[in-house]
């Protein structure tokens, strides 16, 4: 199965960050692709809100050509609007 996985992560590591990771290898493991698109809060920190609105032009096509069959998403309700369009 082709796998969307998405992720927040926070400035200082946590354990969702690790429980992201093991997920991610577990469904490799498992013999599933995997995408990973992964953002940090430094890069929240330094942008205007607005411009997180919108995911780079080349992750989108990379995204939409991967054509995953479901997503899974950890921490992200600032990327949820332009991933769920």
Excluded: W
């Excluded at 082709?2 to 990771?21: T, W």
């Excluded at 430094?42 to 939409?64: C, F, H, Q, W, Y």
Aim: with cysteine; glycine share 6%.
């Amino acid at each position: 199965m082709k796998i969307l996985s998405v992720h927040n992560s926070y400035q200082n590591p946590g354990g969702e960050d690790q429980v992201f990771a093991q997920e991610t290898d577990l469904l490799r493991s498992h013999g599933h692709q995997v995408l990973v698109y992964h953002v940090s809060n430094d890069e929240v920190s330094r942008k205007n809100p607005l411009v997180l609105l919108a995911i780079p032009s080349g992750t989108s096509k990379s995204m939409l050509s991967f054509a995953p069959s479901c997503a899974g998403r950890h921490r992200t309700s600032f990327t949820s609007i332009t991933l769920f369009r």
